[in-house]
């Protein structure tokens, strides 16, 4: 572009003459697709503008948002979405429950079909209870090590009803997974962050030989759903406010909230 005269706030009125591209010549061997483009004519006195054309001859202000949502392949909405992805979350935790509602852990009875292995049960034994069989499933939350922490922090959202089955979780959360209400917000970072901890604490195991008592994931959850909670505003009432002194979310805090 220097060669030519040309910079990065040069304009395309710079390649045009009287309505026909006058790109450089050096460029025709180079870049053959610019002396293929239909003519163009410009409006004098007209203020530039910066636009995205989504569909032939279709144009709308240009964003980073539009042009990635017209680049990438988009799927179908799947029902766990807003489930996992809010402005509430955690992102790293959120992550990590995109990849369990997806199956891509690299959990023991995966590892094993992709190394086309045999099978050995030993192997494939989950590194938090030693016994059943190391699946999505049985991590979040059937897994004895899992479920007495599910069991413990449930009380705290009021899901007492709610059995440690993954799906049984989500199935029960999906409805109301778009509410602002203090409990559904609460709700969706705890299981969150059991899930996060738990994985967490499996991947110490696995490769550090590290271990660590179910209480002790109980307090690190319970903090970090409680740090997070400070960074919120709430919209006070008697509901609220029990909701909040169970996290133990004093009234100094609850005084900056609205």
């Not at 995109?98 to 030993?122: H, S």
């Not at 899930?195 to 195991?205: K, L, S, T």
Request: aromatic share 12%; glycine share 2%.
């Amino acid at each position: 572009m220097n060669r030519e005269g040309l910079n990065i706030y040069s304009k395309v009125a710079d390649v045009i003459h009287e309505n026909r591209w006058a790109w450089p010549d050096a460029w025709r061997d180079s870049f053959p697709i610019l002396f293929q483009l239909n003519p163009v004519s410009l409006t004098p006195n007209k203020t530039d503008m910066i636009v995205w054309e989504k569909d032939p001859n279709v144009t709308e202000d240009f964003s980073t948002k539009t042009a990635w949502d017209s680049l990438r392949n988009s799927g179908q909405v799947v029902d766990w979405y807003r489930m996992v992805w809010s402005l509430f979350s955690i992102p790293r935790h959120a992550f990590l429950c995109w990849l369990i509602c997806r199956r891509k852990l690299a959990t023991q009875d995966r590892i094993q079909v992709w190394n086309n292995a045999a099978g050995n049960m030993n192997l494939m034994s989950c590194l938090l209870c030693n016994r059943g069989l190391e699946s999505h499933e049985h991590l979040f939350f059937e897994c004895p090590y899992s479920n007495k922490i599910w069991c413990s922090l449930r009380t705290k959202v009021v899901m007492s009803p709610i059995d440690g089955k993954w799906e049984d979780v989500l199935a029960w959360i999906i409805p109301n997974a778009t509410s602002k209400l203090a409990i559904w917000v609460i709700r969706k970072l705890v299981v969150a962050a059991i899930a996060y901890f738990v994985w967490q604490e499996r991947n110490a195991r696995f490769f550090n030989n590290q271990l660590r008592p179910p209480e002790k994931l109980e307090e690190q959850i319970t903090e970090t759903v409680r740090l997070k909670l400070h960074s919120f505003k709430f919209k006070m009432n008697d509901r609220v406010t029990r909701l909040l002194k169970i996290w133990k979310i004093s009234s100094l805090d609850e005084a900056d909230s609205t």
